[in-house]
T-cell receptor
Framework: KAGVTQTPRYLIKTRGQQVTLSCSPI?????VSWYQQTPGQGLQFLFE???????NKGNFPGRFSGRQFSNSRSEMNVSTLELGDSALYLC?????????????FGSGTRLTVV | GESVGLHLPTLSVQEGDNSIINCAYS??????FIWYKQESGKGPQFIID?????DKRQGQRVTVLLNKTVKHLSLQIAATQPGDSAVYFC???????????FGKGTMLLVSP
């Protein structure tokens, strides 16, 4: 079966711009989580959506937002980009909860802010 | 592209050696633990998991040990191969939760 698909794979944006990243989960998975990965901070949780509702949110500023559609596909948006937003953004999908069903990660979107 | 391995502790071993990667976790309420492997340019890949009602679990060439008393997790890789070279992360969560807290990671380098 198809895995978790993230698009685009690479992005270069300028400070102050906004960006939208997309994640298509494994078919049947209703939970989609987003993580930011940087060399300094490691993997940090951004937010999680389940059945189109944000179920959990990490400690990131309001410039980071997301949504989930009825087909479980999810998008995350970062507005007013800062240099420090340069990171690998990873999406993970789960049937319901990671603690009961595990995660499958996508390959990520590498965002570079210049 | 930028490596996720910068700033990480590194374990260097020879091919055929056994490797042990350690992780300290922080949340006493966590009762589900996972080890992930991440290769360059890829997302984390599940290796093995363990729940708090166990202290050891074995997979193919991998074993996870859990010590709840000192909140310590370890991953043992037997007969390490060059293809095992990657960054390894531990992750934890309380049961029923839908988010993971990740450790900082360890880079494993395997020399032929």
């Amino acid at each position: 079966k198809a895995g978790v698909t993230q698009t685009p794979r690479y992005l270069i944006k300028t400070r102050g711009q906004q960006v939208t990243l997309s994640c298509s989960p494994i078919s049947g998975h209703r939970s989609v989580s987003w993580y930011q990965q940087t060399p300094g901070q490691g993997l940090q949780f951004l937010f999680e959506y389940f059945s189109e509702t944000q179920r959990n949110k990490g400690n990131f500023p309001g410039r980071f937002s997301g949504r989930q559609f009825s087909n479980s596909r999810s998008e995350m948006n970062v507005s007013t980009l800062e240099l420090g937003d340069s990171a690998l953004y990873l999406c993970a999908s789960s049937l319901v909860t990671v603690a009961n069903y595990g995660y499958t990660f996508g390959s990520g979107t590498r965002l570079t802010v210049v | 592209g930028e490596s996720v391995g910068l700033h990480l502790p590194t374990l260097s071993v020879q091919e055929g050696d056994n490797s042990i990667i350690n992780c300290a976790y922080s949340n006493s309420a966590s009762d589900y633990f996972i080890w992930y492997k991440q290769e360059s340019g890829k997302g984390p890949q599940f290796i093995i998991d363990i729940r708090s009602n166990m202290d050891k679990r074995q997979g193919q060439r991998v074993t996870v040990l859990l010590n709840k008393t000192v909140k310590h997790l370890s991953l043992q890789i037997a007969a390490t191969q060059p293809g095992d070279s990657a960054v390894y992360f531990c992750a934890e969560t309380p049961s029923g939760y839908s988010t993971l807290t990740f450790g900082k990671g360890t880079m494993l380098l395997v020399s032929p």
